[in-house]
């Protein structure tokens, strides 16, 4: 595993549950609003491959942490690129820690795969933008069909897990949030993230975050179509 960052305590990152976060190296979007971009373009994520955080180390820290921590949340840019992934989740269950992944859709298979086996507990995934306006946001190619997927995956409820979307002014307007949440029809949570414009890929578009009384108005449109929407400022 290429873990790049260990954050050692997260209140927030699994709902419910006192956790550690390890960022694993790379991604296959390229977002225009990503704030860690250092870590997704490979010339400037190879400067951290001689820093990374060894799997030895990382649960020698859990076997110190045992009695402190529920779970482990495995995030990054996006973890599924990780070829040991599933050995690496095997691990930590032995340790009787819960696991959450974070993903933006990329191997369907091995989602089900650990959901199947018990190996994950949450999983939360990104999406980005309606299926046919998703490229205004990853800027390469992608897999349609392995979004669809793993959506279907999740709706069937065979683990907990939530959407999410960081939503950006002149990017997602009503329209767009509408239709996200019909593409999630009747899933159990659903957040909103507004984006912040700090550090991130594509700074010459003009993006804008939204105000909290806009951020209601889409939380409403999304509620005609989930069970539940929330908002993350």
Same mark, same amino acid.
């Given at each position: 595993?290429?873990?790049?960052?260990?954050?050692?305590?997260?209140?927030?990152?699994?709902?419910?549950?006192?956790?550690?976060?390890?960022?694993?190296?790379?991604?296959?979007?390229?977002?225009?609003?990503?704030?860690?971009?250092?870590?997704?373009?490979?010339?400037?994520?190879?400067?951290?491959?001689?820093?990374?955080?060894?799997?030895?180390?990382?649960?020698?820290?859990?076997?110190?942490?045992?009695?402190?921590?529920?779970?482990?949340?495995?995030?990054?840019?996006?973890?599924?690129?990780?070829?040991?992934?599933?050995?690496?989740?095997?691990?930590?269950?032995?340790?009787?820690?819960? @696991?959450?992944? =974070?993903? #933006?859709?990329? *191997?369907?298979?091995?989602?089900?795969?650990?959901?199947? +086996?018990?190996? %994950? !507990? /949450?999983?939360?995934?990104?999406?980005?933008?309606?299926?046919?306006?998703?490229?205004?946001? @990853?800027?390469? =190619?992608? #897999?349609?069909? *392995?979004?669809?997927?793993?959506?279907?995956?999740?709706? +069937?409820?065979? %683990? !907990? /897990?939530?959407?999410?979307?960081?939503?950006?002014?002149?990017?997602?307007?009503?329209?767009?949030?509408?239709?996200?949440?019909?593409?999630?029809?009747?899933?159990?949570?659903?957040?909103?993230?507004?984006?912040?414009?700090?550090?991130?890929?594509?700074?010459?578009?003009?993006?804008?975050?939204?105000?909290?009384?806009?951020?209601?108005?889409?939380?409403?449109?999304?509620?005609?179509?989930?069970?539940?929407?929330?908002?993350?400022?």
């Amino acid at each position: 595993m290429q873990i790049s960052w260990i954050q050692k305590t997260t209140l927030l990152d699994y709902p419910d549950k006192v956790a550690t976060i390890i960022f694993t190296l790379w991604c296959n979007f390229r977002c225009h609003y990503c704030h860690n971009f250092e870590f997704v373009l490979p010339e400037k994520a190879k400067k951290f491959l001689n820093d990374l955080i060894t799997e030895k180390a990382f649960f020698n820290f859990l076997e110190q942490r045992k009695w402190f921590l529920d779970g482990v949340v495995i995030s990054g840019w996006e973890p599924t690129l990780q070829k040991d992934l599933y050995e690496f989740v095997k691990k930590i269950k032995e340790m009787w820690f819960l @696991v959450k992944i =974070d993903t #933006n859709w990329r *191997d369907p298979k091995l989602i089900r795969k650990m959901i199947d +086996e018990k190996l %994950i !507990d /949450y999983v939360a995934m990104d999406i980005k933008n309606p299926i046919e306006k998703y490229n205004e946001i @990853v800027n390469v =190619d992608f #897999n349609k069909n *392995d979004i669809l997927e793993t959506i279907t995956i999740l709706l +069937e409820e065979k %683990i !907990d /897990y939530e959407f999410r979307t960081t939503v950006v002014k002149w990017v997602h307007g009503e329209q767009e949030i509408e239709d996200m949440a019909k593409l999630i029809s009747w899933a159990r949570k659903y957040y909103l993230q507004n984006y912040q414009n700090k550090n991130i890929l594509n700074d010459f578009f003009e993006w804008e975050s939204f105000s909290l009384e806009e951020l209601r108005t889409l939380k409403k449109i999304a509620e005609k179509h989930v069970e539940k929407c929330n908002i993350r400022s």
